[in-house]
């Protein structure tokens, strides 16, 4: 299936039905008076969150989406019946924004999550809704109310725990396919991924979902390389796992291009805790391993790691360190939902 993370759509909820005009007429019975009906209500457009989907690729084919309008009323005081609504399914972690690409309306980040994005419009009231003490035999009825169209943009940003950054070629994608039964593109030429990929791990009997991004490259922020489009697919990572080259001339400079490049992008991805590795070690003696590894570890000031992806060394302790990170985070939600579990227990309803 082709990735696609970004979709433009347009979204039009139905119009009311038209009310109706309509008198009582039956034998025997004389002035029988106003009896017309009310218009139906628009159908609404509903956006929701599935899990199984992983993709905005559907919207690439269907961009055009309309509630069912509202019918009409009918005499004998019969109401229109309601358009039928629309619900959109987008994957988890959509967000959801206003033409302008900025104003977020909506972020779907939970499975089942369904959020109104276009109300029908109301239907228009019959004249037996304007009968009164001096308007006996009232002749109009109200048309229908007009529902709401937009244009909106889909933005996909994959729910990982841990994203997977640095260079292109330092192998990311050999390490998500050691790790999970992910089987990303692996080649010896820089930008083999061209999209992200997501695999699971299982660590201390929990999910552990990886995310691998395309590779940056220096000046990634003015759009060198592939640019930094992929950057917001990491946004929502609890830590970071940061492969390096350890065959690459510099690794220092290997270390701060990539660091510079979050930083631009969003300061607060330069915030987030991160796992420094140096891959590929298998293919160097030891000697200029950790000749590497020490100007390494003085210029980022935190613990580096060997490993060799592809002979499947080393890769059990990154696995085990970037863990940390990730289990307390976890602990923090829960502690915020067990906080708020009790803070809806301890309400108390006073009677009106």
Not at 78 to 83: A, H, P, Q, W, Y
Not at 251 to 274: F, G, H, T
Not at 310 to 335: H, M, P, Q, S, W
């Amino acid at each position: 299936m082709k990735f696609l993370d970004q979709a433009k759509i347009y979204i039009q909820s139905g119009d009311g039905g038209a009310g109706c005009v309509s008198f009582r007429r039956e034998k025997y019975i004389e002035f029988g008076g106003p009896n017309g009906g009310d218009g139906g209500k628009g159908g609404s457009v509903y956006f929701e969150a599935v899990p199984n989907l992983n993709t905005l690729i559907d919207f690439r084919y269907h961009q055009h989406f309309k509630a069912q309008k509202g019918f009409p009323g009918q005499g004998s005081d019969k109401s229109g019946k309601k358009g039928e609504d629309i619900v959109i399914k987008v994957p988890v972690g959509t967000e959801i924004l206003a033409e302008d690409q900025e104003t977020l309306i909506a972020d779907m980040i939970e499975p089942g999550q369904k959020f109104m994005i276009a109300k029908g419009g109301d239907g228009g009231r019959g004249n037996a809704q304007f009968k009164s003490a001096t308007n006996q035999a009232p002749r109009y009825a109200e048309p229908g109310w007009p529902g709401q169209e937009m244009w909106v943009w889909l933005r996909l940003k994959v729910i990982a725990d841990v994203g997977l950054i640095g260079m292109p070629n330092a192998g990311k994608s050999t390490f998500l396919s050691v790790v999970t039964k992910a089987r990303p593109k692996i080649a010896d030429y820089p930008f083999t991924t061209l999209h992200p990929n997501l695999g699971v791990a299982w660590v201390d009997n929990y999910e552990m979902v990886i995310a691998d991004i395309p590779g940056l490259i220096e000046g990634a922020h003015e759009g060198i390389g592939l640019g930094d489009r992929f950057l917001k697919h990491v946004e929502r990572c609890s830590a970071f796992l940061h492969l390096i080259d350890v065959t690459s001339d510099d690794v220092v400079k290997s270390y701060k291009s990539i660091r510079k490049e979050l930083e631009l992008y969003n300061k607060d991805l330069s915030q987030k805790p991160e796992v420094v590795v140096l891959n590929k070690c298998d293919a160097l003696d030891i000697k200029e391993v950790d000749k590497k590894k020490e100007k390494l570890q003085k210029a980022c000031g935190k613990k580096v790691f060997e490993m060799s992806a592809i002979a499947k060394k080393g890769i059990f302790d990154c696995i085990l360190e970037v863990n940390k990170y990730i289990t307390r985070e976890r602990k923090k939600k829960e502690d915020q939902e067990e906080v708020l579990l009790k803070k809806e227990e301890n309400k108390t309803w006073s009677p009106v």
